[in-house]
């Protein structure tokens, strides 16, 4: 695989994203042995969720990636060569939601039965380091503070958790009346809770999270209120907020994304065209989350928002071109934004897409993993799998 393009020092990559080279991204390599296949879902049909791969993470130096599946196995690659390094297999925990931690030889995992204990893991010596223990119900959302030792979880016993790396216990807890889902800004200095039974987004001085929110942001769509009435619920399963601090991305499981000002609050865009991946909520339903949240991300600069979809392709939507997003007047809805470039992507649902945070590059994943470069224009062929490792190349 053509090693991908490097970034400069404030994380943006050194070959400027325009909406020409994002069109222009094609798959260098396709890892289709990336989780285990009963012999009766090789038929060529859409995978089942639990054939899929289900979480991505890259390490903060862009050079390696974890996947998590369904079939309760965290593998390891090397994204600079393009090559497969190693599996783990969870068959007695399970394993979701994997996320580096600053080192490219530990992580953090949900997991998915036994109990509902995070689990800290060395790739290194293939051993757990700690365990950190305190939920009563599956947790739904973890993240890494991108300054410290800290992170964060939510779980569907209705609390976040705030932990240290350095010690099990509980840093902090949150006790709230719905789970969420959770993110920090880029400055580990506020984070944000997202609770859907109320369509709010709370925001916390990460310093005294035991102190009331400081901001309660309200996802009011107006739009949808033209569509079905009563409103369908809106069901948030990701958030992250923008590098360049100005915005917050709020993935739904439906068919719209957003993009809402960080601290003000207003909706300014909705990101509208792909399909959704879960299936709608029935009317009068708690909303939940299915399979939905790790398939939509902002790339490093803050330009363009990337999103999976239940038909396998990945949608982008260019944010820069729009300039300053500003808040709709009243009574009127908040811009509808269409992608930019649609790619086509798998044969089963992109339900886990992340770009790279050091490369121009990104990864998305179905029951298959596939490395994306922009293509140079100098050859459009695919080659099979020649050195026999388990992936396609296309160069």
Same mark, same amino acid.
């Given at each position: 695989m053509t090693q991908p393009q490097p970034t400069n020092a404030n994380g943006t990559p050194s070959l400027l994203l325009t909406t020409n080279i994002m069109a222009r991204f094609k798959p260098a390599k396709v890892f289709t042995d990336a989780v285990e296949q009963p012999a !009766?879902? !090789?038929?060529g049909r859409k995978p089942s969720s639990s054939t899929q791969i289900t979480g991505l993470t890259f390490d903060d130096r862009g050079e390696t990636l974890v996947t998590s599946g369904g079939d309760e196995t965290f593998r390891l690659y090397n994204t600079k060569t393009g090559k497969f390094v190693k599996i783990f297999h969870s068959k007695k925990y399970g394993v979701d939601l994997p996320r580096? &931690?600053?080192? @490219?030889?530990t992580l953090l995992h949900a997991s998915t039965k036994e109990d509902d204990t995070i689990r800290y893991h060395s790739l290194h010596d293939n051993k757990y380091l700690q365990y950190f223990r305190g939920h009563k119900k599956?947790?739904?959302?973890l993240e890494v503070s991108p300054t410290d030792d800290g992170f964060m979880s939510s779980s569907l *016993? @209705? &609390?976040v958790r705030l932990w240290d790396l350095r010690t099990?216990? &509980?840093r902090g807890l949150l006790n709230l009346p719905y789970s969420g889902v959770v993110a920090y800004d880029t400055s580990g200095v506020v984070f944000a809770v997202a609770l859907n039974l109320y369509s709010k987004i709370l925001l916390y001085d990460t310093s005294n999270f035991d102190k009331e929110p400081f901001q309660t942001i309200s996802v009011d769509d107006t739009a949808l209120a033209r569509i079905s009435f009563p409103v369908r619920p809106l069901v948030m399963t990701s958030l992250e907020f923008s590098t360049n601090g100005k915005w917050l991305l709020v993935g739904t499981s439906g068919g719209t994304h957003y993009i809402m000002d960080a601290y003000d609050g207003y909706m300014l865009a909705r990101l509208t065209g792909h399909q959704p991946l *879960?299936?709608?909520q029935p009317l009068g339903a708690q909303p939940t989350r299915l399979i939905s949240g790790e398939e939509v991300c902002w790339t490093p600069d803050s330009k363009y928002v990337l999103s999976g979809s239940e038909d396998g392709k990945i949608y982008i939507w260019d944010i820069a071109s729009r300039g300053e997003l500003t808040p709709p007047k009243p009574g009127r809805d908040a811009d509808t934004l269409q992608p930019s470039v649609v790619l086509d992507g798998h044969v089963g649902p992109t339900r886990c897409l992340r770009f790279n945070p050091r490369y121009a590059m990104l990864a998305t994943a179905s029951n298959d993993l596939a490395f994306w470069l922009a293509d140079s224009g100098n050859a459009d062929t695919e080659d099979r799998d020649r050195d026999g *490792?388990?992936?396609t190349r296309m160069h």
């Open positions: !009766q879902e !090789q038929t580096f &931690t600053h080192r @490219n030889t599956r947790v739904i959302s *016993d @209705n &609390t099990p216990s &509980t *879960d299936p709608k *490792d388990g992936d």
